[in-house]
């Protein structure tokens, strides 16, 4: 049985998206600043990663 996993993380991708309200709480109860540095262990896609990084201009790292 061959995997394609190139294929398999487009999939996952397109029903993994930034949840509007869950990122609104994360920069208001997180202090989340152009300052801050993130470590997102077990990131997934890594889509709030790259959401913090692009609104606060933060340093960011996931993980998975």
């Known amino acids: 049985m061959?995997?394609?996993y190139n294929q398999l993380a487009r999939n996952?991708?397109?029903h993994r998206q930034v949840t509007p309200m869950v990122l609104a709480d994360l920069l208001e109860t997180g202090g989340i600043t152009?300052?801050?540095?993130?470590l997102e262990v077990?990131?997934?896609t890594g889509n709030y990663t790259a959401a913090l990084a692009e609104l606060t201009g933060?340093?960011?790292?996931g993980i998975e």
């Open 42 to 44: 077990g990131c997934g």
């Open 58 to 61: 933060c340093a960011c790292w």
């Open 2 to 4: 061959h995997i394609d």
């Open 34 to 38: 152009s300052t801050s540095r993130i």
């Open 12 to 14: 996952y991708a397109q």
